[in-house]
């Protein structure tokens, strides 16, 4: 991968941050990095299985692990000392498949010498797990192949990217057709100034390189996806003084955010006058099932929602958990609500499209 001076520096700089200054998350001096959003009783269950070293060097911004992983493969952005993998690893199953990439080698190495012990602990006969020495922004040299992965996952990492426009275009190379990158992270509410992006305190603790909300919607139309959806938001405090004079001026809201590889998506909700219903088959959420911060579907409740929610469920992994009636050949005209950003930190839920 070519890379800039600058770019090396602050990989550099992140590489000492996480793999030196850092030993545990009680090192840390801001609120960005720690979880902010209730994790699923999934992963509840499977986290006392997970061993102490994995989860005490845990920085991650929220809790990242969508349903419906079984039998899946799955990526991890940053995956640190492994405790998301080792998390997947359990809910992927035996026939899965769980690939951590990292670039800070102190951390890849509480990783690693546990993939037989895992293993063990979950009962398989073999490890489901692997991990790599590397830059996310370049996975192509990691030999991980084009539309070869059903699920991307992030946590708190993105924004530590010095050239993010060609992580998430790795992530939507990589991603199969109906594939899902679902992330935590931290966003801004305005573009960071200059004289802070390089600040290694700041960009360590994930606030100099949090990209602002609308610069992310604009990358992530370019790569073809102009709908991405919030799951969860929380307001980021910051804790130390010096910092807060540094970078007070600017609000900060950890996200957690999914977005799908689909042919078509369009840059606004249009009604199509097609109607989802829930099936209730998926195992770990019988009832309910979550799409966004403005999507519960319950069991059997039908429910009218846009075209690129309706293709966000009919052509990914939940298909055969849904009924979707209409084929989109009816135009309607558009939904009168719109899709929030998150950046005020609330977390709605309705029925209705979007």
Known sequence: MTQTTDERATLVQIQDYYGKKLNSSED???GACCSSDAMPETVRRVLPLIDSEIKDRFYGCGSPIPLELSGRTVLDLGCGTGRDVYIVSKLVGPDGRVIGVDMTEEQLAVATRHVETQAKRFGYDKPNTTFHNGFIEDLRALDIEDESVDVVISNCVLNLSPDKPRVFSEIF?????????????????RRIPESLVNDPV???????????????????????????RVTAASAVPIHDPAIQAKIGMIDFVSLTIRAFKLAKMEDACEDYGQIATYLGTIEESPHTFVLDDHHTFHV???VLVCGNTAAM????????HFTISGDGSTHFGRFESGSTSGMDGEVTSGESCC
């Open 28 to 30: 840390l001096r801001t």
């Open 313 to 320: 469920l009919e052509e990914s992994r939940f298909a055969k």
């Open 300 to 302: 059997g409740r039908p």
């Open 202 to 228: 700041l960009r360590g603790e994930c606030l100099s390189g949090a990209m602002y909300i609308d610069d992310f919607r604009r990358l992530l139309a370019t790569l073809g996806c102009p709908d991405h």
């Open 173 to 189: 190379r990589v991603l199969k057709p109906g594939g899902e990158l679902y992330f935590s992270d931290v966003f801004a509410d």
